[in-house]
């Protein structure tokens, strides 16, 4: 499903399975990655130990200018997010939440058409150092974007579809580099 929503926003998308992901001689070259919701789940997915066996590649993609969108977990993995070049924790409590906008980004266009009185979000990010772009009224961050060489990460716990004005422009591709 997430896939044809990609599609529908900007022409097309390439699906990369974790096995592929994960081989050492894949050498994909992209603007944008989406690493979807449950990527931690080891019911749901497979996908958490490609992104670990491809760290130090991330590293690079990012530092050349890739953008990646990652969403929650999808589990009870506080440590989940330890492939990423930065420390952040994640706290897995799925549920609706209040989301309040604390800085100005183009990320917050994310959230565009939903009621962000009642987000429905997998939870929240703990151990994490920076400012959030947004958050629960409890300070608990929900959207986080750091920049990393000339490429950044956005990190979410939202559990719907980001909106097609996100989407494409996310997925506008200004710079593609190899994986």
């Known amino acids: 499903m997430f896939q044809r929503l990609i599609d529908d926003c900007v022409g097309c998308c390439e699906l990369v399975t974790p096995q592929l992901l994960a ?9 944008a990655l989406v690493v979807p919701t449950g990527f931690a789940n080891k019911e749901y997915s497979r996908v958490l130990p490609a ?15 890739g953008e990646i969108l990652v969403f929650g977990g999808g589990g009870d993995i506080p440590d989940c997010y330890d ?5 952040v924790e994640y706290h897995f409590e799925y549920g609706p939440r209040e989301i309040i906008i604390r800085k100005k980004s183009d990320t917050t266009n994310l959230f565009d058409g939903y009621d962000l009185s009642a987000f429905e979000c997998d939870g929240y990010f703990s151990g ?4 959030p ?23 979410t716990t ?4 980001p909106s097609r004005a996100f989407l494409t422009s996310f997925c506008a591709c200004r710079k593609e580099t190899f994986f």
């Not at 492939?83 to 420390?87: A, D, E, G, I, K």
């Not at 772009?133 to 990190?155: K, N, Q, W």
């Open 23 to 31: 081989a050492p001689f894949y050498r994909g070259s992209f603007g």
């Open 51 to 65: 992104l670990r066996a491809t760290k130090s590649r991330i590293k690079r993609f990012l530092e050349s200018g």
């Open 83 to 87: 492939w990423l070049p930065f420390s």
């Open 128 to 131: 994490y150092q920076g400012d």
């Open 133 to 155: 772009v947004a958050s629960t009224p409890d300070g608990h961050p929900i959207l986080i974007e750091e920049r990393l060489g000339s490429g950044r990460v956005i990190l």
């Open 158 to 161: 939202i559990h719907e579809y």
